[in-house]
């Protein structure tokens, strides 16, 4: 071959793959993988999950993490998680890998008595497609781990297992994007679908609807009605499942949106009819959708209720059943008719909790009536008709008769309504009840009769409020009253399961899903709207509600008058902060940025000082402190096994000073005692010498500043008699110190500049005679200026914005208070009727985002002002304590305001014009 032909042909074969790369990004990797395209058509329920940040710290506000991480199969994914963590040599790996990726997982029916999940996550960077190849080198390299390649159909699959136990996982990487299964068949049926491009997926019916555009979802979820009782068997008897798929015969397919919030969870979304012959939805379709109104006769031992509403019930039986050959004559059948055709608006299954698994459990049928002494004359006339014994069993007001009719309530409201082989019945009010024994409908009765009903139940009542008022289909569920019944309908081998699981299963004791019909079924692609309610009783301290009077926001109403002021606190992954009140019982709360009360804290004493965000013990949480304690709370509201700390009995705290985050060591803490007492102790209970207590010659003007300079404590205090001492660990004083401002102190310092050493180290006071002193921790005064001029009834303060960096000085006298920026500058000026101090708050939120609040106690009303002066609002904000809160959202420009009027927590939204 020449050499001209060599070159020409390797032009052509780098021509062919330059534009082979270039049809690959233009065309192929251009198009985004569809994840839903790839789940299996039997795919039973499939979630998304995008912000997983949040979406975890949602379920640890609604407490359901700790009840997650008890399940064995999370045990098994936090012990995997660990593993991976190890393997990489950093901490998050999986967390910070999901981030806000779009996630899905599928649920599949793999045999009889198994399921499986499918999981796609999609690879977003160089860097994540490096971080699992070398997760997969390093478990190739773990004798622990096989890890083996196959090739299936043209795709490589990859095998990870645990050798011993032959537990893994196989994945398989398309187009940067991973799915796995610890079912191979799964990950198979994936590459059969990439086979035959252009099938439906799943959620074909549903892909213009995309929940996540929705404020505060945390996950979709799609449901196939149609093998939800395939699903089902996979945990409950045979006998229980055609039963269960009757229900789900109302709808085919279905798509919701998940919103974690207090104390329930909430899945809102909606449904496409069942459309197969002899279907729920069939015998249904048209009937109007009614209201509950059956719960004046519900006992509260009812376990299960399925409630249906209708118009009239003759559509629930349909066309006549055969008569069975050993049952009733073919004359009855008007008698029958009669009793249908006097039955409308609501009809329901309820099973009763037995009091053990082994025992059955008692089931009712009840059916409202318009006419109920014209239905119970009916009735009386059957049990003559078929020979039934006229005596009955009086139950209080109540009568309970034999019928003698056995599938009494199938005859008359069709096959749903089987299984009640000798029924009793009675008439309580509008309502026509049979039982299938005698003994449930005598408990019902005497509960009905002593009021023990769902009506008069507070809690129950507070449930049936929160669902839907009009429904077709409503499925009500007491897991507490459920117990039994559900240990008695699963098969065997999942009841152990079920018992390790109790306290994630009780949870949400109150748990109903609704179906709504559309209000016109007749148009093309009419749907359901789906409810799925858990909850459990609201035995919080607080109420939310619309706020609606100045601005936007909500209302936390509490059941006590609140006493702190609000103190935002940054949450992780959410667009407003959260917020720690305390109440006059001394009760301490922290409410989520979705205004809700994830825990509470009862405390020995009000509050003293600022809460300080620290990480104590590898646990990130809040420090504080009350008179005669002090304490450290973790994120849920959890103490740390070495808190409270108790103070000695003579001390009262006035406030509390923590070393800096990130300083070297434990958190140092040091409290002023008062009377000029000093403190310093560790979080892990210990004293150190000198500072029992430091005692000086005059009382504190303010809270200590402690700060670390070149890997050194030192910890400034300020005398009201206008000395400044600096202190070291061990109790002794800096060369230089004590210096004297010049003028008595009434405020506290700022640290404008930490630096690497002691003389690079600026401190900032404002003396008494309106100078502003900087000085250096050598103990120099490196300037002194004139703020503003003072008399002997002027007090001047220090006023640090909410970050520590910058400030302004408040001059107060009389009535009459003044702001001025650091050079002298008047900043806002404003005459008060009372007299007395006044609180002042600074924020600076940057790019000229300035507010200054002036607070007046007396008539408790806060003045909140822009960098112009210009008042928010246009009138002061009610704020009954001394500081209110206060938050900027920059991408909508807007402040949000956190107060406390009385019992209320009030958020106003205000947007700048």
Known sequence: MSKKLLVFLTGLFLLASLASYVYYRRTVAAVPVDPWELVPDDAVLVAATRDHPTLVRHLKETQVWDNLTAVRYFQGLENTVVLIDSLTGSRNVVMRFLGR????????????????????LPIGSVREYRQVRSLVDALSRDPQFRVRRRDYEGRLLIEISEVG????????????????????????????????????????????????????????????????????????????????????????????????????????GFANPETAGGSLHERLRGQPARRLRMADVLSLRTALLVHLGIGEARVLRGARPATPADSLSPALAPLLDSLTAGMSA?????????????????????????????????????????????SFERVGAYQMHQMGVPELPARLLGPLFAGFRQPVAAVVGNYVVFGDDAAALRGWLQDVGAGQVWARSPTQVSFLQETQPLARLSVVLDTR?????????????????????????????????QFVPAANEAEAG???????????????????????????GSVLSFKTPLAGSPTLVSVTGAARPGVLVQDAAQVLHYVTPENVV????????????????????????????????????????????????????????????????????????????????????????????????????????????????????????????????????????????????????????LAETVGPTLNRTRITVVNQHGERVTFSLAGDVVTRSRVATWSRNSVFRLIPDQRRRSYVVAREEGGQLDLFDPTGRRLLSQKFLTSGQKPVQFFDFGAEQRVYVLTEPGPGKAYVYDRLGRLLGGQPFDSSAPEIGLDYEAATKTYHLYRTTGTELRRTALELK
């Open 346 to 390: 609501e009809a329901a299954l309820a099973y009763m909790a037995p009091a053990s698994a082994r025992v059955s459990p008692g089931r009712l049928a009840l059916v409202w009536c318009a006419r109920p002494g014209q239905q119970a004359v009916l009735l009386g006339q059957l049990r003559r008709a078929v020979g039934a014994s006229p």
């Open 598 to 749: 994830a825990w509470s804290d009862t405390l020995p004493g009000p509050l003293v000082g600022r809460v300080q965000r620290q990480t104590v013990g590898g646990r990130l949480g809040y420090l504080l402190a009350t008179a005669t304690q002090l304490h450290f709370l973790d994120e849920q509201g959890r103490s740390t096994p070495t808190f409270p700390l108790n103070l000695p009995d003579s001390v009262r705290a006035s406030g509390l000073s923590v070393s800096p985050v990130g300083a070297s060591g434990v958190p140092r803490l040091l409290v002023a005692g008062g009377g000029g007492n000093l403190f310093l102790y560790d979080t892990k209970g210990n004293t150190y010498p000198n500072w029992l207590p430091k005692r000086l010659d005059f009382n504190l003007a303010a809270p200590p500043l402690y700060l670390v300079v070149g890997g050194r404590d030192v910890l400034v205090v300020l005398l009201e008699n206008g000395y400044v001492y600096a202190f070291d660990q061990q109790g002794g004083v800096y060369p230089g110190f004590p210096i004297s401002l010049g003028a008595r102190l009434q405020s506290e310092a």
């Open 165 to 268: 136990t032959g537990r893994g996982v196989t994945f398989l990487n398309y187009r940067n994007h991973l799915v796995m299964s610890p079912n191979p068949g799964l990950v198979e049926a994936v590459v059969r679908r990439l086979a035959g491009p252009g099938q439906p997926s799943v959620a074909a019916d549903f892909q213009n609807t995309d929940f996540f555009r929705l404020r505060d979802v945390d996950a979709t979820l799609l449901v196939n009605y149609r093998r939800l009782p395939q699903l089902l068997g996979v945990f409950f008897r045979p006998d229980i499942v055609p039963g269960i798929g009757s229900v789900t015969s109302l709808a085919g397919n279905g798509q919701l949106e998940m919103k974690l919030a207090g104390n329930k969870v909430v899945f809102n």
């Open 481 to 513: 009253n459920a117990w039994n019944l559900l240990l008695r309908g699963l098969v065997e081998e999942r009841r152990a399961g079920l018992l390790r699981n109790e306290s994630l299963f009780k949870r949400f004791p109150q748990v109903a899903l």
């Open 526 to 552: 009419a749907q359901y709207f789906t409810q799925l309610l858990l909850r459990h009783p609201l035995v919080g301290p607080a109420v939310a509600r619309p706020q609606g009077s100045i601005g936007t």
């Open 101 to 120: 990726k779009n996630v899905l997982t599928s649920v599949h029916v793999t045999g009889k008595g198994h399921f499986d999940v499918l999981l796609q």
